[in-house]
């Protein structure tokens, strides 16, 4: 059953969301940074999936874009999609928001407001045959030098989860239903602090590095066993990498990150 409210689920399919609502702009997302969309390079704004505005677009097609967008997001089927993902929906909140990196990425207007959806979720912790280590792989699933095709290493396909984060954790990034996710499950005792953010990488990348901010999600607090999401339309294809920054003192530090082609 998909949200008829951006602030509320049907109460046979999803519990309350409490303490997720944000303010428009609020959180980490408002302090990301990003070229104006009329410096959006050429490679990446020629990559805005069918039904996405081009880059450039009038102010009034994009505003109709994001309205519709919104209105997808509310009568979206959550529970189904994580559970298409492996994992049960516990609640869910959808947010409207300014998000810098994502409008740019998409050559959007700079102030185009757009709705992130922010998940709690009760995921397993996924099975070694089908998960990638960052110990051993640098979270793309590929020993370090290692060669795919004929090409040096490459971002792999597809979703891809890294089950050693520090926490310890497991960070996943994967597309469903027209929309990206990054989740992390965290594993460990007592809580932290910190946030998801997901960047757009080159698919020849050597492992899963930061690259241009595509989307932040909002600062949260994860308990022990909890899973959290953050979700944006994919208006744009090539690889992309999540990352988990947990806050300390004096800002974040990287506990982890993976990628695929989405």
Known sequence: MGLRSPRRAPAAVLACALGLLALVGQGPAAAATGAPASQVPADVAAQNLPGVPDPGAPDAQWSAWAAADKAAAEEHDWAADSLARGCTLVEVALVDEVDPGYNTAMGAPADLVTVRADLL??????????????????????????????????????????????????????????????????????????????????????????????????????????????????????????????????????????????
């Open 121 to 262: 979720e009760d995921c397993p912790a996924p099975s070694p045959a089908t998960t990638t280590s960052a110990a051993a792989t640098n979270g793309t699933g590929l020993e370090p030098g290692t060669r795919r095709g004929v090409g040096l290493m490459a971002v792999p396909s597809g979703a891809q989860c890294n089950t050693q984060t520090h926490g310890p954790g497991t960070l996943c990034i994967s597309s469903s239903g027209g929309r990206i996710y990054a989740s992390w499950a965290y594993r460990g005792t007592g809580s932290v602090s910190g946030f998801l953010r997901i960047y757009q990488i080159s698919a020849a990348a050597d492992g899963c590095p930061t690259g241009t901010t595509w989307h932040t999600g909002a600062a949260s607090t994860w308990n022990a066993g909890q899973t959290r999401s953050t979700s944006k339309t994919q208006a744009t294809s090539g690889a992309y990498s999540a990352h988990i920054w947990r806050a300390v003192a004096g800002g974040h530090t990287d506990w982890g990150q993976t990628c695929g082609v989405l």
